[in-house]
């Protein structure tokens, strides 16, 4: 089977700093794209950034300039170094890892159980 994994998150004062990650293992044939979202109470879960194989990066227009996403592709494992945390990215903050097993060689998403980040004095 495939298990996608987070660690890092925690409590952290506004202005702060934590990373997060996730890492993929199990019956994997290559893993293309790997992604973090987060979602807040009463809130839809949304992209925060997202890093394919290659090293291309996508970001949400509201951690641009704050968080870092970078992956690790022989540990199957990718990070979110998030600094000047402010209150409104408090969330549980997801992993998704779209990657094609070697179980029956299709390509899926596969999501980590998530890791709660709060943001506060």
């Known amino acids: 089977q495939v298990q996608v994994v987070e660690s890092g998150g925690g409590l952290v004062q506004p202005g702060g700093s934590l990373r997060l990650s996730c890492a993929a293992s199990g019956l994997i044939f290559s893993i293309h794209a790997m992604g973090w979202y987060r979602q807040a109470p009463g809130k839809e879960r949304e992209l925060v950034a997202s890093?394919?194989?290659?090293?291309?990066?996508n970001y949400a227009d509201s951690v641009k300039g704050r968080f870092t996403i970078s992956r690790e592709n022989a540990k199957n494992t990718v990070y979110l170094q998030m600094n000047s945390l402010k209150p409104e990215d408090a969330a549980v903050y997801y992993c998704k890892t779209d990657l094609t097993s070697s179980i029956d060689y299709r390509r899926r998403d596969y999501w980590g159980q998530g890791t709660q980040v709060t943001v506060s004095s």
């Open positions: 890093i394919n194989r290659a090293g291309s990066t």
